[in-house]
């Protein structure tokens, strides 16, 4: 399946873009744009568009990928490698655009393609989808604010606010969440069976308080006696942060000390949702002015994205490479992969917040 020949290498690009990105923000080389760049649009907007490609099937138990499996992380990082080149050379206004439109191709026909994969299903959809459908949603919001730049300049800094919270919150975030509530039990080799009803009850909740957040960081404060741009952010941040409070007491209460253990993928999946916990008041923080870009984009990638991404590989990346029924192979490269996780988890998440808040 071309899939599981893909997502091996996206996953170990993406693990190299976020260690550049985190090495470029900590030296203070390059700006912080082509930095968030660098880890999101050649990292991991490849790789979840990708993984979104593996997981649509086991979710609509439908037949393997085909064409998904290539083309939306093929256009995602045509598109990363024109914004990169953009922010390190002329910041070209037409360039970033045709990076996001690329980009937006590569949403529209993932999601477009999971669409179908649902209507054609036997049996009711799991909720997992809906998580999908609404990042690759704020994924084309955010990117759309790219194109706009351009065509209103006074509302430039607004839009990129709508921009990063969109992507970063609303598509890696929504994602995130939404894949969290099967893996990490999976990870655990243990049933969690509230999961499904939390994945269908939390997402308008999820989705709105990451729209409210978007909208409210971007509009403009500046000498304004209107405190509704700075209201709408923080109702949103309670109403995200619940959801992922929720989903860590309901971790903590099923599978208890499995998620402090050194070793496994667990925990540091658990330390990647600790860090978006605690990244979100760092994000609007940025937003509403309070907060330089370099520490909250740098703790966005250390605490969250690095320990998620490391753990969800080493759990995944032995069925990646050889998929069909596990045996002690698989068995054996999981547990070299995820030797240490735990602790490589914790030391991540402390290090991203404290460089955040430093």
Known sequence: MPSLTLLPLLAIAALLSLATAAVLLITGHG??????????????????????????????????????????????????????FSFAGDFSPARLSLAAALGGLAALSLGGWTLNRARRMFGPRHRGLDWYLAALGFLLLALLAVVLMPLFPAQRNALR????????????????????QVLLPTCLGKADPDAALRLRRDLKWAAAGALLIAVGVSSPLPESVSMAGPALALLGTALYGWIVLRMLRAWQSRFGKA???????????????????????????????????RPAVAGFVIAFLLPLVSGAAAHLLPVWLRPGVQGPWHHALRARLCRWGGVRGLLLLLLGLVITLH
């Open 259 to 293: 998620l402090l253990q050194a070793h496994g993928a667990a925990p540091s999946l658990m330390a990647a949702a600790l860090g978006l916990l605690g990244l979100l008041v760092s994000g609007v923080a940025h937003g509403l002015g309070w907060l330089p870009a």
């Open 161 to 180: 606010l709508f921009h990063l919270h969109a992507n970063l919150l609303g598509f890696v975030g929504l994602t995130a969440l939404g894949t969290l």
């Open 31 to 84: 700006a912080p744009q082509l930095a968030a760049h660098v880890a999101f649009a050649l990292g991991v907007l490849p790789l979840i568009l990708a993984a979104m490609s593996y997981f649509v099937p086991v979710l609509t138990r439908s037949a393997g990928t085909g064409f998904a499996a290539w083309w939306p992380p093929a256009l995602a990082w045509a598109g990363g490698t024109l914004a990169v």
